[in-house]
């Protein structure tokens, strides 16, 4: 599966951002997408994630209660939305997915090998 991101930009906290990821190609009815981020000299942490076939949602603490992950089938689009953006929350932002992938290792992203390019949320404060 191919994943194409769109959105990001640049906000003031307590601003709302949307971020989209389009699959394109072959997909499993397993198949698991979403979002991880990176904050320069960080490492690459898990956002939240959806299961495309049940829509059940899996959110980092970090972000629950402020991000909403959905999926939009017509359209092979997983969105992401941000509310309540906070400084913290600047990185750059991938989109990936996995058609093999075990609930237990949802967080963790060696365990997806597609990926889209990334796309810069910057907060200021």
């Known amino acids: 599966v191919q994943l194409q991101a769109s959105g990001g930009g640049l906000v003031q906290a307590g601003g709302s951002l949307r971020l989209s990821c389009e699959a394109s190609?072959?997909?499993?009815?397993?198949?698991?997408m979403g979002w991880f981020r990176q904050a320069p000299g960080k490492e690459r942490e898990f956002v939240a994630v959806i299961n495309y076939s049940t829509r059940r949602t899996y959110y980092s603490d970090s972000v629950k209660g402020r991000f909403t992950i959905s999926r939009d089938s017509a359209k092979n689009t997983v969105v992401l939305q941000m509310n309540n953006l906070k400084p913290e929350d600047t990185a750059v932002y991938f989109c990936?997915?996995?058609?093999?992938?075990?609930?237990?290792?949802?967080?963790?992203?060696?365990?997806?090998?597609?990926w889209g390019q990334g796309t810069l949320v910057t907060v200021s404060s």
């Open positions: 990936a997915a996995s058609s093999s992938i075990i609930l237990s290792n949802i967080r963790y992203s060696k365990n997806y090998n597609n």
């Open positions: 190609g072959s997909t499993s009815s397993r198949l698991i």
